[in-house]
């Protein structure tokens, strides 16, 4: 059984697509933001794609290369479902494997020594993956380490739990707090507990956050300096996901 993927999320996915929408345009917004190829290639390598439901084809369109990695054997044809068409009229190379991409993370770079990889809501799933915390977290930190001197963007959970239900549903998309941005601090001012920015408390007393939420162990994916986004994923009724997002360019 897959924690993180498989039926059920391609399911709940297709289900709640319209209570997505808004999540999905901030992604789409900070995705066009990605760093420019230092040379011509134009390839993009998805960790973690499932059927790509949170990315738009659009998108995937202006790379000449795009592979997708997922543990899940349904993830394949259904990315080709949803983006095959759009990517042959762009003539975009499309390859979807069935694989453990983090586990064999150095096999998926050298295979793609040019690629921007894109880490697609994966690695705050990865302590559903592990046995305990503390191994999820140097995963993590392992993951993140080994994509040192590449260009990539990670799109994941920081935090999930509960809200007062009126933030999701499908007419409230209006009410889901607007993208926020912040810079990363460096790792021992966070380790201190130092204050969250300003717009950060705002942006959680936004979510109208009830009870604890869950930490998704994501808080040192990003260098000290990174620009990052906060999305907020209205995932179900009741139950919505801070989402954090990035890019690094060496
Ligand atoms: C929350 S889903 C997000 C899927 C996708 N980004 C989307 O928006 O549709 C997380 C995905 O990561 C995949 N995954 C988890 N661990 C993985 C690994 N080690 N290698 C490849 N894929 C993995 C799961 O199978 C699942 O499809």
């Not at 993927?5 to 808004?22: I, S």
């Not at 690629?115 to 999820?136: I, K, M, W, Y």
């Not at 956050?209 to 990052?228: I, N």
Request: proline share 6%; net charge positive; with cysteine.
């Amino acid at each position: 059984m897959n924690p993180s993927g498989g039926l059920f999320w391609h399911w709940h996915a297709w289900r709640h697509q319209a209570q997505w929408r808004a999540t999905c345009a901030d992604i789409a917004q900070w995705l066009d933001q990605m760093p420019p190829a230092k040379d011509a290639s134009c390839e993009l390598v998805i960790v973690g794609a499932s059927a790509g439901w949170m990315v738009p084809s659009a998108w995937l369109q202006g790379f000449q290369t795009v592979t997708t990695y997922d543990l899940d054997r349904w993830a394949a044809p259904m990315f080709r479902l949803r983006h095959g068409a759009a990517l042959r009229a762009s003539r975009t190379d499309l390859q979807c494997k069935t694989a453990d991409a983090l586990g064999d993370l150095d096999a998926v770079l050298h295979a793609h020594p040019r690629a921007l990889v894109l880490f697609d809501n994966v690695l705050g799933q990865l302590r559903f993956h592990t046995p305990s915390v503390e191994e999820a977290s140097r995963r993590i930190e392992t993951i993140t380490t080994r994509m040192h001197g590449r260009r990539w963007g990670s799109v994941h959970d920081a935090f999930s739990g509960r809200t007062q239900s009126h933030i999701s549903g499908r007419a409230s998309n209006a009410s889901v707090p607007a993208m926020q941005q912040s810079v990363q601090p460096p790792a021992p001012q966070q380790a201190q507990g130092a204050a969250r920015p300003v717009a950060l408390g705002r942006f959680s007393r936004q979510l109208h956050a009830q009870g604890e939420w869950l930490d998704h162990l994501t808080d040192q994916v990003f260098p000290a300096g990174t620009r990052v986004h906060h999305i907020a994923w209205p995932y179900s009724p009741g139950y919505c996901h801070w989402l954090q997002a990035g890019w690094i360019n060496p």
